[in-house]
């Protein structure tokens, strides 16, 4: 397994090597033959990327403990899942699935592309093949996850026991081919900048590239959150951690490019922007990839101080310096064709998301480098945290809660002052109605009362818009859920969106819920004690100890209750691994109680000789609604992204054989 997986690491690289060259020459000689040979060299070396995928995972499954990487990351005690997991466990088995999502994202993007916009695939291709380039490079000439040791163990060490869970199966592929996906639109952009067809026909190509990245990434941040909350034991979800804020950067610009592409299809404005936006997504993603990779900044997700730093740097540099270069040679063709209006309208909403999108970017950014900046300039690190990020982006969270309300309601160009109360005068009501309640029902934190009034604004809003599209089909006599389906159906993009900004409420909801009212306390308590937390009462009904194969668990058994009613009987526990005794790992119990979406969360901090158990218990208010907005998150941009269905009548576009593009000079 691994001499094949090697031999094909080294055949992509040669066939990666030919995909770039004669792709970006045949664009410049207008070459049919070379870019016919670029096309297929690319999906050769994606063949070939796939083998060596394959070896590795076979290697895992045979326990093939030759190779270092499987020896270091894998033992015969993990079940299959967990074995599979080892894949991406370490750095050269995470760059290898990095380059295996991009060798076929690649190739899909490049076959789906030649049928329908031909002028891009030439640089488009020659692009994809250079990045795909970089990373079999380093994974043939620096990080090979195909070495070799010496002599093989007997079994292995194992996967860190902090991976052995669920999570691991979902958040690292998710995170990876949010990463990986941006390489398709920036890909694109590069194709538009090269040939200087800059209308909208290369945003049409772009959009579902973007959106796919921008879910998928989404999508692993959220995954992230839900395996740190219920793993990691501190009582939250997002710790403002370096490599969490690397992985939240280009999902921000993203979101910020995903609004401002409107502007430019409707209006022709913003184009010079809206390419920085996605050549600074691209590479945002390399520097997320970089920090995880070289252990520059220090973190508990991020790998120990590794050789391939330099070379994602000088990459990283490198593609700076062209993008950029690249940019401003097309300043002349990104001419505004129009301009802002009014300062009341959709456009200008829409550019006033955008900037405190990019504030919250840089202000992260900011606080992320400023350990490596500060060891520049005064040789010491000067650690950044939480409060730093949560004090700075708090209110830019906030505001960004209420244009999501605002923008969708005003008109492109200019709103009237009628058509403002019109579609504002209920969202405002109900949202400062939602805060008197509040106020009355006993809330005294300022801040969070503004916050769940906003929330209750926006939900309005989007409750608003749904209700009048169904009503006006409802009148033309249709049932309302048959006139719910086709009012979505009619116009997926536009309430698919509003579906997303629902999941956001949802997720601002239960961000404001656990921000401000999460309860923290710590306990220890003696056999038969008990204590009471909020409205539960915990009683410790003793430590126990089990044995599995590979692991030794301690947990206290906890009588729950709650209102004086049995509510639960939990374990929170301490698992102990073979080879990783010096690093036990919490299991921690969480209970939902419904109707007050609260979770009440246990961590055994230890058990100790005397029978007694030391307990961290936190209740945190609302945290459930973060997922349930993820899956509507999911839903919308799933709605949104669906593929119209041509009407009636309309025919469709014939596809004309492909042809070459000529290379501006």
Same mark, same amino acid.
Not at 149 to 173: C, E, K, Y
Not at 192 to 205: E, F, K, M, Q, S
Not at 380 to 390: I, K, L, N, S
Not at 440 to 460: D, I, S
């Given at each position: ?41 690319? $999906? ?10 394959? %070896? ?13 990487? +499987? ?51 030439? @640089? ?7 990045? *795909?380039? =970089? ?7 620096? %990080?090979?996850?195909?070495?070799? @040791? ?81 793993? &990691? ?12 804020? +690397? ?8 979101? %910020? ?13 913003? /184009? ?9 997504? =691209? ?27 330099? $070379? ?26 129009? !301009? ?95 805060? *008197?309640?509040?106020?009355? *029902? ?7 009362? +503004?916050?769940?009034?906003?929330? %209750? ?7 608003? !818009? ?31 969106? $509003?579906?997303?900004? &629902? ?70 526990? /301490? ?25 009440? $969360? ?20 609302? +945290? ?13 941009? @799933? ?21 070459? @593009?000529?290379? !501006?000079?």
């Amino acid at each position: 397994m691994g001499d094949l997986g090697h031999l094909s690491l080294l055949g992509a690289l040669l066939l990666a090597a030919l995909a770039a060259a004669t792709s970006l020459l045949g664009a410049w000689r207008e070459r049919d033959d070379l870019l016919e040979s670029g096309r297929r060299a690319l $999906y050769g070396a994606c063949a070939l990327v796939v083998v060596a995928a394959l %070896a590795l995972a076979a290697a895992f499954q045979l326990h093939d403990f030759s190779i270092r990487y +499987v020896a270091e990351n894998s033992s015969r005690l993990m079940s299959p899942l967990d074995t599979l997991a080892s894949f991406w466990g370490g750095q050269a088995g995470s760059l290898l699935f990095w380059a295996l999502g991009l060798a076929l994202l690649s190739a899909l993007s490049v076959w789906r592309t030649q049928r329908r916009s031909p002028w891009l695939v030439p @640089v488009m291709a020659g692009t994809l093949a250079l990045i *795909l380039l =970089f990373f079999l490079g380093i994974l043939t000439l620096i %990080a090979s996850p195909f070495e070799r @040791v010496p002599v093989a163990p007997p079994d292995g060490r194992g996967l860190n026991p902090i991976l052995l869970d669920t999570g691991m199966r979902i958040h690292p592929p998710l995170l990876l081919s949010g990463y990986m996906s941006y390489s398709v639109p920036f890909a694109i952009t590069v194709a538009a900048l090269v040939t200087g067809r800059l209308g909208n026909d290369w945003l049409r190509a772009l959009r579902p590239w973007l959106l796919a990245a921008w879910t998928i990434q989404g999508c692993g941040l959220l995954a992230g959150a839900w395996w740190a909350y219920h793993v &990691l034991g501190w009582g939250g979800y997002w710790g403002w951690d370096p490599v969490e804020n +690397v992985a939240l950067l280009p999902w921000l610009v993203a979101t %910020a490019l995903l609004h401002s592409v409107m502007v430019q299809e409707r209006r022709g404005m913003l /184009k010079v922007w809206n390419v920085g936006l996605l050549l600074a997504a =691209f590479n945002l993603s390399i520097f997320g990839t970089f920090v995880v990779r070289s252990g520059v900044i220090s973190s508990v997700h991020s790998f120990a101080q590794s050789a391939i730093g330099p $070379y994602f740097f000088g990459f990283l540099g490198a593609t700076l310096v062209v993008t950029l270069s690249l940019l401003f040679y097309r300043l002349p063709d990104l001419r505004s064709e129009g !301009e802002f209006d009014a300062l009341v309208s959709r456009e200008s909403s829409f550019l006033f998301n955008n900037l405190l999108l990019v504030a919250m970017t840089a202000a992260t950014f900011w606080g992320t480098i400023f350990p490596l900046v500060s060891e520049a300039i005064q040789g010491t690190r000067v650690a950044v945290g939480p409060p730093y990020f949560q004090a700075v982006n708090g209110p830019i969270l906030l505001a960004l809660l209420l244009l999501m309300g605002i923008g969708p309601l005003l008109a492109w160009r200019r709103s009237s002052a009628a058509s403002l109360r019109r579609n504002f005068l209920a969202p405002i009501a109900v949202g400062l109605a939602s805060g *008197l309640v509040l106020v009355a *029902l006993g809330m005294r934190q300022l801040w969070a009362t +503004v916050a769940f009034a906003a929330a %209750a604004f926006v939900f309005m809003t989007i409750t608003q !818009e749904f209700w009048r599209g169904v009503r006006a089909r409802m009148r033309a006599g249709e049932p309302a859920p048959v006139a719910l389906v086709g009012l979505v159906r009619r116009n997926r993009r536009r309430y698919g969106g $509003y579906v997303v900004h &629902l999941g956001m409420v949802f997720v601002a909801l239960g961000i404001i819920g656990s921000t401000f009212f999460q309860q923290d306390h710590g306990l220890r308590l003696a056999r038969g004690e008990s204590a009471t937390v909020g409205r539960y009462t915990l009683t410790n009904e003793g430590l126990f100890q089990e044995t599995q194969p590979g692991r030794q668990e301690v947990y206290a058994q906890m009588a729950v209750q709650a209102d004086g009613a049995l509510l639960d009987v939990i374990r929170p526990g /301490k698992h102990t691994y073979v080879n990783w005794e010096q690093q036990p790992t919490s299991s921690i119990s969480i209970t939902t109680t419904w109707p007050w979406l609260e979770d009440l $969360y246990v961590v055994l901090v230890s058990p100790n000789a005397d029978g007694s158990a030391s307990l961290q218990v936190f209740v945190n208010p609302l +945290v459930s609604l973060i997922w349930l907005g993820g899956v509507l998150f999911l839903l919308g941009t @799933v709605i949104a992204a669906w593929p119209e269905r041509p009407r009636l009548g309309t025919p469709r576009p014939l596809v004309s054989r492909p042809q070459a @593009v000529a290379v !501006e000079a």
